[in-house]
T-cell receptor, first 110, second 117 residues
């Protein structure tokens, strides 16, 4: 199981771009990188998933360098409602279990 | 997209009683589901892997006789906290894997808040 490391917390202001970087040095060839968002007293919610280079959807972008040992979640123009914990996980194929790291607690202020 | 539900969303019980939490995959079949526990301001901790038609696989340190898991169908897994004690009070979350995009990922339930008095 690939272990992930990310900052414990980050602060930002409304309208700013937030970039959260995660390291996963022992990622395997068949593994994907997935980011989840969790609000208090709710289950984690899928944000974005990628394998390499760049992936973009309606809420975020995910940048993955060629060596895939790290990834960066980019949230454009955050709002107060983006205050949450963000988890970076490495997911394999099949029914591999997920091991959650500490996550990054993002606080967006007015 | 795939949806996972949990019931109840919140439960309060007396110490010594048993509590059952249901996890359902609403629009897909899940041969494997996962149960997590989360304490305040902490990360999710995997408790066990629930396998349809077979015994669950528990993580180290999780008492299988304390946390009974039954995965009786392809859409339902249940977690029963037996003889609950105040230290079992926590937020319990289940998940199931399903295809998404080019790969697969986990879909999480909304969680169940358990308070043992």
């Amino acid at each position: 199981l690939a272990k992930t490391t990310q900052p414990i917390s980050m602060d930002s202001y409304e309208g700013q771009e937030v970039n959260i970087t995660c390291s996963h040095n022992n990622i395997a060839t068949n593994d994907y990188i997935t980011w989840y968002q969790q609000f208090p007293s709710q289950g984690p919610r899928f944000i974005i998933q990628g394998y390499k280079t760049k992936v973009t959807n309606e809420v975020a972008s995910l940048f993955i360098p060629a060596d895939r040992k790290s990834s960066t979640l980019s949230l454009p123009r955050v709002s107060l409602s983006d205050t949450a914990v963000y988890y970076c996980l490495v997911e394999g194929t099949g029914f591999q279990k997920l091991v959650f790291g500490t996550g990054t607690r993002l606080l967006v202020s007015p | 997209g795939a949806v996972v539900s949990q019931h109840p969303s919140r439960v309060i019980c007396k110490s010594g009683t048993s509590v059952k939490i249901e996890c359902r995959s609403l629009d897909f079949q899940a041969t494997t589901m996962f149960w997590y526990r989360q304490f305040p301001k902490k990360s999710l901790m995997l408790m066990a892997t629930s396998n349809e038609g077979s015994k669950a696989t528990y993580e180290q340190g999780v008492e299988k006789d304390k946390f009974l898991i039954n995965h009786a169908s392809l859409t339902l897994s249940t977690l029963t906290v037996t003889s609950a004690h105040p230290e079992d009070s926590s937020f319990y979350i289940c998940s199931a894997r399903a295809p998404r995009g080019l790969g697969e990922t986990q879909y999480f339930g909304p969680g169940t808040r358990l308070l043992v008095l």
